[in-house]
């Protein structure tokens, strides 16, 4: 992308206003709201993965949320510090990503699905009930946040600028992933599977690490929700939490950066913040799916460029090629 | 009283009455191929309906039926004006169910508030069975009864009928049913219809026993799932043989073992995906 | 119902929507802002609809003042579960920046907030039980009205051990914070008083069919339940239908057997005995005059989740008549929040202990048919119930705070 490009200028700007934005919103709730939406962008981005380029839909990713978060919030209360916490997090959290990949890989498609969403609702399962090791219901409390270079993180701001730090990282590695040969080997493996079979790539090794990948960052995103609400309990790892960050993938568009991000701002603004303002807000949430899923099938973000393309082309040269009318799914 | 006989017996009615739920699940996922996360939604909007009927005075038996009618109404118009244009397109099914799923339980909400209902159980039907030290209510055995009687008729119009025989071959291989001339299109509202009804009727079967009240809807969602990737999706004996299964799991489960009574749950719905995907008794879809 | 959910409550309920820059807030004259954390959606919301109906009613009584500051109440869903709560604290303190908290409904809920609401330096006027906010970790920002868990508990107990002359008792409720709470206390001063507690139950929250547990229950002569939420109205029928009502009485704690839950239930309520800290048949003048409201505006006999609010709504009124323009000093609202002392609420007399704890009356009801309707008629009355029961307070608070296993249950078989 050249510098002089629309997109590098409005990435330019979106990097500008995202580090600028504790001055310009200023009130802390909204900082708040902003940390949320990234660190769930992260997740989202993690499922991405799978669902956009691998072509595995995933129903079990709040279990691996959630074993991060867990493995944090128990070893933090035993007494042991940030740095042992996470580091356990994110080892249990990949194990768990392993155990999940070996069992689910068996299938594809609906399947996939069905043994992600059933390993998924066992990983709550036993948060909801084992209550002499999780606390069940009642959930774990942690009392601190950790310091970061020496700065402390119970503030808005300071949070806000840590998850955007992870946030950042994960999106430069998402499109590190998505240029490289990997990211290209794991898309074959969603596009012509036998195809890669036949010349000689393992197809279930490079799914299996698109695995690894996606539950690395879903389980640093975990670290981060049980940081930012110093509290985690079951209700986090219900199918619920999985239904919507599929549903933030989804809708913002499956195999693009932006999409994911696009959903997660959707889904966490309707949750927290249109929800002081429209009792409803499920109602509308649900609505804006089905008219999503109507009317831009293959999610806002790829939606609107098409949109935008024909849009553009009608302006320019009034003959709209073929691929770019609406209603054509793109791909 | 006496706690195996109570439980066993009572695997069985939670049974028959999972095999209401999921036998239109059953139908939907291995002919449509669709994973419909409303399914839960289609059951707890049922019992609503039915409730609602109950307390107009409407007899028991006609208020399950008319709430499956107008069950069906609505699973049709959603396949028809919504599902229809995402035929073989998982993940935008996937998104479509859902989106809905919250629409139904937010207008449930609105309509009929966050208090539970729960209809008394209809006067020929009340009292209770007493045998071997054990106490058990009439009204859950009759679900048994109406479970059997329904996958009876579900079987004879399978296995019976033209419409059956659109069905299996639609199953087995829809490209093909659709190149002999079945009209897939229309056989797909149907079916769609049919499962939507029978998840309410079994709603409104459960209302005396289990209420109606907000989350119904997630509760039973995942029962269903598990019932059929158990059972083989598309097979109904597999959803009756599912049903009964996952009743036994489940008390049993609960009562001995309440730390891990989901990993009961949901462990041989791993297994069985794992170690053998097309279910107990599905049929390997080439 | 209104879509409108923050709303300036002018003259008679008006449903103008009010969103104003901070700084006018702080303005001499501003609107006094009151957030109602509460649940609307889910298996708890039952229980959160009410209480949202209770601080409306009594606002709608006042004419939307209290202490003449004009009052704007703001009303946040969290959705019954520990995250929501926190988001929505962090809504109605960071944002909208109100005086007082009113709520939460669920001790889980409360468990999550308390630090924060310390942290914030905001007055919390608590529903939701969980023991230790008003004991061992007492938070000074927080007074509650209602009751904890086991304030009501205590007393069932010793009721069922001395009235009722019950020497066997198996308990079951809801595997979280306010079941386990409520049973240690039923447990505790049942046990103290003679009695054994056989068998304790532990279905979790979410629990289609009741049969697996109801089906443990074995030869005792009383179960006491503390179910909350829709549960009960499942719990009891399954309790009836499996046989074991006829032979087993039944004990119910004041979620399990609230007032707005007698429309949801049938026959297989009839005779069960309950302890509350609020019934809706109790004659006080306040009572009648909120009862009628309630059912004139929602056509609903209020329970205690309603009760409840109207009571932290009386509170926060006698604070800011107390304070004057200094209400809005949180620190200061929070102190005189303790020291509010009132004759006349829907549950009687109501003090706080220095915890911040209610002292207050405690009803033992039973459930009959009178005219077709189901009613809690009060049967006794405890005056002045303080959470510590009887016991000594240094005592039970050097003791751990109870819990699953807390006190440990000898009597098990």
């Known amino acids: ?331 | 009283m006496n706690l195996w006989l109570t439980l066993a017996v009572n695997s069985i009615a939670l049974g028959g009455l999972l095999f209401l739920l999921s036998a239109g699940f059953s139908l939907i996922f291995g002919l449509m191929r669709i994973p419909n996360l409303m399914h839960g939604s289609f059951f707890m909007l049922g019992a609503y309906f039915g409730v609602t009927f109950l307390d107009r005075g409407m007899n028991f038996w006609l208020a399950a039926i008319a709430s499956g009618f107008a069950m069906a109404l609505i699973g049709a118009m959603v396949e028809r004006f919504f599902l229809k244009r995402l035929s073989g397109q998982e993940l935008p099914q996937v998104l479509l169910t859902l989106g809905f799923s919250f629409i139904i339980a937010d207008l449930c909400l609105l309509i009929w508030t966050g208090d539970p209902w729960q209809p008394t159980t209809p006067a020929h039907l009340r009292g209770a069975v007493q045998a071997a030290g054990m106490f058990f209510p009439i009204y859950r055995l009759v679900i048994v009864g109406v479970a059997v009687v329904i996958a009876i008729a579900l079987w004879l119009m399978v296995d019976w009928t033209r419409l059956g025989a659109m069905i299996r071959a639609g199953v087995d291989d829809a490209p093909i049913a659709r190149m002999v001339g079945i009209k897939v299109s229309q056989l797909f509202t149907l079916i769609f219809a049919l499962g939507a009804a029978l998840a309410a009727f079994g709603g409104v079967m459960g209302a005396p026993y289990l209420s109606v009240y907000p989350g119904l809807d997630a509760e039973m969602l995942p029962l269903a799932l598990i019932v059929v990737i158990l059972g083989g999706t598309g097979s109904l004996l597999g959803a009756l043989v599912g049903s009964f299964l996952i009743g036994f799991l489940y008390n049993f489960g609960q009562a001995l073992f309440p730390d891990l009574a989901y990993v009961i749950l949901f462990l041989p719905m791993v297994l069985v995906l794992v170690l053998r995907p097309q279910g107990l008794f599905g049929k390997v879809v080439p | 119902m209104t879509i409108e959910r923050r709303t300036v409550l002018k003259g008679m309920l008006g449903t103008t929507a009010l969103i104003a820059a901070p700084a006018v807030l702080r303005a001499q004259g501003a609107p006094f802002k009151i957030g109602l954390l509460t649940v609307k959606t889910g298996p708890l919301a039952q229980g959160g609809i009410q209480m949202e109906q209770g601080i409306a009613a009594f606002l709608k009584e006042k004419n939307g003042t209290l202490g003449g500051r004009k009052i704007e109440l703001i009303v946040a869903d969290t959705g019954g579960n520990p995250a929501g709560a926190k988001t929505k604290a962090q809504e109605v303190v960071e944002r909208d920046n109100v005086n007082v908290i009113l709520g939460p409904l669920a001790a889980f809920e409360l468990l999550a907030i308390t630090d924060y609401v310390r942290e914030k330096q905001t007055p919390l006027i608590s529903l939701a039980a969980a023991e230790d906010v008003t004991q061992r970790k007492a938070n000074p920002f927080v007074i509650r009205p209602s009751a904890t868990s086991a304030q009501t508990c205590h007393v069932m107990g010793d009721y069922a051990a001395k009235d009722m002359k019950y020497k066997r008792a198996a308990t079951i409720s809801e595997d979280f914070a306010f079941g386990y709470e409520q049973m240690a206390g039923f447990q505790r001063a049942f046990e103290d008083n003679g009695g054994k507690v056989v068998k304790k139950l532990w279905p979790p929250l979410v629990t289609p069919d009741y049969t697996p547990y109801i089906a443990q229950i074995g030869n005792v002569d009383c179960v006491f339940n503390g179910f909350a939420g829709s549960n009960p109205v499942k719990f009891m029928r399954a309790y009836a239908d499996l046989g074991v009502k006829s032979k087993v009485p039944l004990l119910a704690g004041w979620t399990a057997m609230d007032d707005a839950l007698l429309r949801s239930l049938g026959d297989e309520a009839v005779g069960v005995l309950s302890a509350a800290w609020y019934s809706a048949d109790f004659e006080s003048p306040s009572n009648k005059r909120f009862v009628a409201a309630m059912q004139k505006d929602y056509n609903v006999l209020p329970g205690g989740y309603s009760a409840g609010m109207y009571v932290a709504g009386q509170c926060v009124e006698a604070a800011i008549a107390k304070l004057g323009s200094k209400a809005d000093d949180r620190k200061a609202l929070a102190d005189e929040l303790h020291n509010v002392s009132l004759i006349d609420t829907p549950r009687g007399p109501v003090k706080f202990d220095k915890y911040g704890n209610v002292i207050g009356d405690v009803f033992i009801r039973k459930c009959e048919r009178k005219d077709g309707k189901l009613v809690n008629t009060v049967i006794k009355r405890y005056p002045n119930v303080s959470q510590f029961w009887t016991y000594d307070e240094t005592a039970f608070l050097a003791a751990p705070v109870y819990a699953r296993d807390v006190p440990p249950a000898k009597n098990l078989e």
Do not use: C
Not at chain 1, 178 to 199: C, E, H, I, K, Y
């Open chain 1, 1 to 331: 992308m050249s510098l002089r490009s629309p997109r590098f200028a409005a990435l330019a700007i979106s990097i500008l206003l995202l580090l600028t934005l504790p001055a310009w919103v200023g009130n802390p709730y909204y900082i708040n709201i902003a940390s949320q939406i990234l660190f769930w962008a992260v997740v989202a981005l993690a499922l991405n993965v799978l669902v956009g380029y691998a072509g595995l839909v995933s129903l079990g990713h709040a279990g691996l949320f959630g074993m991060a978060g867990y493995t944090a919030g128990l070893l933090l209360q035993a007494g042991h510090g940030h740095l042992v916490a996470d580091i356990a997090a994110i080892v249990a959290t990949l194990l768990t990503s392993a155990i999940f990949a070996i069992l689910s890989l068996r299938s594809t498609g609906i399947g996939f699905l069905m043994i992600t969403l059933a390993l998924g609702q066992i990983l709550w399962g036993i948060a909801y009930r084992w209550a002499s090791l999780t606390n069940g219901d009642n959930g774990v409390n942690i009392t601190t946040r950790p310091e970061f270079l020496g700065i402390n993180l119970a503030n808005a701001s300071a949070f806000y600028y840590a998850t955007l730090v992870v946030f950042g990282l994960a999106v430069i590695s998402m499109a590190v992933f998505v240029r490289s040969p990997f990211g290209a080997s794991v898309r074959g493996t969603r596009d012509q599977a036998r195809r890669m079979n036949a010349l000689g790539y393992n197809v279930w090794l490079i799914r299996f690490m698109a695995f690894l990948i996606s539950g690395f960052w879903t389980g640093v995103a975990g670290l981060l929700f049980v940081y930012y609400n110093q509290f985690i309990s079951p209700q986090v790892m219900a199918l619920q939490t999985s239904a919507e960050v599929l549903l933030m993938v989804i809708s913002g568009g499956t195999g693009t950066l932006l999409g994911p991000v696009v959903g997660a701002a959707i889904v966490v603004i309707m949750k927290n913040v249109v929800s002081a303002y429209i009792e409803r807000w499920n109602l509308v949430l649900g609505v804006i799916f089905v008219a999503i899923i109507s009317f831009m099938p293959e999610g806002l973000v790829p939606g609107t460029a098409r949109l935008w393309r024909y849009g553009w082309h009608r302006l320019t040269s009034r003959k709209p090629s073929a691929g770019d009318k609406p209603g054509d799914r793109a791909q």
